[in-house]
């Protein structure tokens, strides 16, 4: 009954400031999850920006190796019409020699009439195939410089598209670090409130206990001030054993005691009330610890007993305290020899 009562004045204690951090604890805890949700979604829109200037920046470099292989192509055709015209001189010196073998080396080629039409025809074919072929080259030239404008442009837009996916990653980062110290703030605020709504409920438990403990003090110093006034009323001096010096009892036990009492009296201190064991653990007549006399003073409703030492206390008050552990815990605590 007494357990209740203390458990119905925590409660009542402790719902009001309990409700208060609760609710606090409840609204930061939401903040935490919808950050914690805003986070993640970040994080995957900063995956996809990633994944996106991933393939634009592979795209630009298809492009740059592209434009390498144009201007490799370009380099191949600019010594292909070199190697041409190489060919083109040696042809026409070679047919300048097989023309006139005999000429000296300071006569000039095609000297006389006769020679004319010969000369006309060489000049001909050795113009019309450097006309060919340096048209052809132009052709090439013009194509892939066509071909290397549009791949700069392409190149251009890719660098483009990939310094804007690199700021909306830098951005998506930036909000992602944000909600992160939000998170932590949010975190910490909740760990306080946790703190103080705990704190609040361990203080207002032990104001509770408190209360009923100064209850129950009253009451049962007041049902000891009874007990007492009632005792000294029905006894006598006459009706009182008598005691040695040493605190032992002048007769075999207290009539009043149970059998089993009056034998563990006499097993456990030879009816000495003052007795102590060697080791200073057991003492009094029924040689009680500390602990178990300290709880058989609370069953007894003589709470000022406790930590009082046993061999202290009257033979009355010892009396006492046996018979309320005996109640309570019957045979149990005292000696074999006493049983049966």
């Given at each position: 009954?007494?357990?209740?009562?203390?458990?119905s004045?925590?409660?009542?204690?402790?719902?009001?400031?309990?409700r208060?951090?609760?609710?606090?604890?409840?609204?930061l805890?939401?903040q935490?999850?919808?950050i914690?949700r805003?986070?993640?979604?970040?994080?995957?829109?900063i995956?996809?920006?990633?994944?996106q200037?991933?393939?634009?920046?592979?795209?630009v470099?298809?492009d740059?190796?592209?434009?390498?292989a144009?201007?490799v192509?370009i380099?191949?055709?600019?010594?292909?019409v070199?190697?041409d015209?190489?060919?083109?001189?040696?042809?026409?010196?070679?047919?300048?020699?097989?023309?006139d073998?005999e000429v000296?080396?300071?006569?000039?080629?095609f000297?006389?009439?006769?020679?004319?039409?010969t000369?006309?025809?060489?000049e001909?074919?050795?113009?019309?195939?450097?006309?060919?072929?340096i048209d052809?080259?132009?052709?090439?030239?013009?194509?892939?410089?066509?071909?290397?404008?549009s791949?700069?442009?392409?190149?251009a837009?890719?660098q483009a598209?990939t310094?804007?996916?690199?700021t909306l990653?830098?951005a998506a980062?930036?909000?992602?670090?944000?909600l992160?110290?939000?998170?932590?703030?949010i975190?910490g605020?909740?760990?306080?409130?946790?703190?103080?709504?705990?704190?609040a409920?361990?203080?207002?438990?032990?104001?509770?206990v408190?209360?009923?403990q100064?209850?129950?003090?009253?009451a049962?110093?007041s049902?000891?001030?009874?007990?007492?006034?009632?005792v000294?009323?029905s006894?006598?001096?006459?009706a009182?054993?008598?005691?040695s010096?040493d605190?032992?009892?002048?007769?075999?036990?207290n009539?009043?005691?149970?059998?089993?009492?009056q034998?563990?009296?006499?097993?456990?201190s030879?009816?000495?009330?003052?007795?102590?064991?060697?080791?200073?653990?057991?003492?009094?007549?029924?040689?009680f610890?500390?602990a178990?006399?300290?709880e058989?003073?609370?069953?007894?409703?003589m709470?000022?007993?406790?930590?009082?030492?046993p061999?202290?206390?009257?033979?009355?008050?010892?009396?006492?305290?046996?018979?309320?552990?005996y109640q309570a815990?019957?045979?149990?605590?005292?000696?074999?020899?006493?049983?049966?």
């Amino acid at each position: 009954m007494g357990l209740s009562f203390v458990f119905s004045i925590t409660a009542m204690v402790v719902e009001t400031p309990g409700r208060v951090a609760a609710d606090q604890v409840s609204s930061l805890k939401a903040q935490a999850e919808q950050i914690t949700r805003d986070l993640v979604l970040e994080q995957l829109q900063i995956g996809t920006y990633q994944q996106q200037y991933d393939v634009d920046t592979a795209k630009v470099q298809r492009d740059e190796n592209a434009i390498g292989a144009s201007e490799v192509q370009i380099q191949a055709d600019a010594n292909r019409v070199t190697r041409d015209r190489k060919r083109l001189q040696s042809e026409a010196v070679s047919a300048y020699i097989n023309l006139d073998p005999e000429v000296s080396g300071s006569a000039s080629l095609f000297e006389n009439q006769k020679e004319a039409p010969t000369k006309s025809e060489y000049e001909e074919v050795a113009s019309g195939d450097i006309a060919l072929t340096i048209d052809a080259l132009h052709t090439d030239e013009g194509g892939l410089r066509a071909e290397r404008t549009s791949l700069e442009k392409q190149e251009a837009q890719d660098q483009a598209t990939t310094r804007q996916q690199a700021t909306l990653s830098d951005a998506a980062r930036q909000t992602e670090g944000q909600l992160a110290s939000q998170q932590s703030e949010i975190t910490g605020e909740l760990a306080v409130a946790v703190a103080q709504q705990q704190a609040a409920q361990a203080a207002a438990a032990a104001a509770a206990v408190r209360a009923a403990q100064a209850k129950a003090d009253a009451a049962a110093a007041s049902a000891s001030a009874s007990a007492s006034a009632s005792v000294s009323a029905s006894s006598s001096p006459a009706a009182a054993p008598a005691s040695s010096a040493d605190g032992s009892s002048a007769s075999s036990g207290n009539p009043s005691l149970p059998p089993f009492l009056q034998c563990v009296l006499q097993a456990e201190s030879g009816g000495n009330y003052g007795a102590v064991s060697p080791g200073g653990t057991y003492m009094g007549g029924f040689q009680f610890s500390q602990a178990t006399w300290n709880e058989a003073a609370v069953l007894a409703g003589m709470p000022q007993l406790v930590n009082v030492p046993p061999n202290e206390a009257t033979p009355a008050q010892q009396d006492d305290l046996a018979i309320a552990l005996y109640q309570a815990d019957g045979e149990q605590p005292w000696n074999d020899s006493c049983r049966n």
